[in-house]
C-alpha cells in the first residue's frame, strides 16, 4: 500500500493498532512531508523493528514523469505515469502568488463535455489519494520548486471520486505535513448535485468552483453531458443552496467559446440568474482541443462579455490565457501519449 493514501489519523489509528506510540506518526509524517525522504530507511529516528515493519506494509510511491512541456508563460505540463502504466498529467501555474498545481483525479473521464480532451477517452479508474498527494510531491521534486496553492481540476471529475479527493485534501492541509492552507485549495466540480450537497455539509473552508458555461439549458446540455442528468436550472438551486448555507462565495468556470455561449443575451441571462449573489465568474478563453469544431472568442468579445456583467456590479475577472503553446488544457498531453 502506499503510505500517502493514509491521513494523519488513519496513520496514527494503524501505528496504535501495532502497539507504537502515537508520537510515531508525527516523525514519519514529517519525514514524508517535510524531509522527503523517499525510502523507509532514510527515517533513522525510528528505529531498526519499526522500519522493518513499515517496509513490509507500505510503499512510498513517486510518479515517473515521462514528459515534461514549458510556456513562454512559465506554465509547465508534466505527464506522469503510474505504477499500472496508465498515465495523467498535471500543470503548475507560475502565479504572482506562487506556484499552484492542478492536479488531476481520475485516469480519463466519463463526463464528456465536448470542449475538453480529457473526456475524449473514458474513465479507466480513479486515483487513490496517495497518487493525487503524489502528483504535488513528484512535481516539487522534479521541479524543484515550492507549491503552495492546489486546484483540483485536472482529468477526472473530482466529485466522481469523492471520498479520495477528501482524503487528499486532508492529507495535504495536515499541519505536520504539506501544510497548503485549507483556502488555497479548490476544487471544481461540472455539477453533480447530490455530490454539492454533500460537500456542503463537510464544513471545510475548501473553495468550490462550479463549471457552468453556459446561460441556458439547451447550450449547456450541447457542451457538457452531465446536464442531462442534472438540469441547468436545478444546478443553479443547488449553487444558491450552497451560498445559503456555507456562507461562503462560489466560483463560476465559464469558458467563452465563439458563437456557442458568448453573445450578449448570455451575459444577460447570467445576470438575471446571479445577480446580488456571492459569486465570482472566472471567464476562461477557450483553449484549442484537436479535433474539436469549436473556437475561441474575440478579445473584443471577451471583453464586452465582461463589461455587460460588471457594470451589472457581477465579480468577473478574464483569466490570462496560460499555456496556449504547451495544449495546457486538461488532457491534451495524455490523449498524444496514449
Known sequence: MNIFDLTFEQLTDYLLSIQQKKYRSTQIWEFLYRHRV???SEMY?????????????????????????TDSDGTIKILYQLNDQQK??????????????????????????????SGQHKKIRDLQSGEMVSQILSSQKHLNIDIRSVVI?????????????LNFIKIIN????LEIGIRHITISTCGIIPKIKQFMQENLQVNLAISLHASDDKTRTYLMKIN???????????????????????????ILIDHVNDQ???????????????????????????????????????QNFFNIL?????????????????????????????
Open 38 to 40: 523517499q525510502s523507509f
Open 310 to 338: 460588471k457594470k451589472a456590479g457581477i465579480d468577473v475577472t478574464i483569466r490570462n490565457p496560460q499555456g496556449e503553446n504547451i495544449e495546457a488544457a486538461c488532457g491534451q498531453l495524455r490523449i498524444k501519449n496514449l
Open 264 to 302: 450578449e443575451e448570455d451575459a444577460h441571462r447570467l445576470i438575471n440568474l446571479f445577480k446580488n449573489l456571492n459569486v465570482y465568474f472566472n471567464l476562461i478563453p477557450y483553449n484549442p482541443v484537436t479535433g474539436v469544431n469549436l473556437h475561441p472568442s474575440t478579445r473584443e468579445t471577451r
Open 88 to 117: 495523467i498529467e498535471c500543470v503548475v501555474l507560475n502565479n504572482a502568488y506562487g506556484y499552484s498545481l492542478c492536479v488531476s483525479t481520475q485516469v480519463g473521464c466519463n463526463m464528456g463535455c465536448i470542449f475538453c480532451a
Open 228 to 254: 442531462q442528468a442534472y438540469p441547468f436550472l436545478d444546478l443553479i438551486a443547488s449553487i444558491k443552496e450552497y451560498l445559503d448555507f456555507t456562507k461562503r462565495r462560489v466560483t463560476i468556470e465559464y
Open 153 to 165: 481540476m485536472g482529468i477526472g471529475e473530482p466529485f466522481d471520486n469523492y471520498q479520495n479527493v
Open 45 to 69: 529516528t525510528l528505529g531498526a523493528p519499526l522500519i522493518a515493519t513499515l517496509e513490509a506494509n507500505f510503499t512510498i510511491d513517486y510518479l515517473q514523469p515521462l514528459k515534461t512541456l
Open 174 to 177: 495536515q499541519p505536520k505535513g
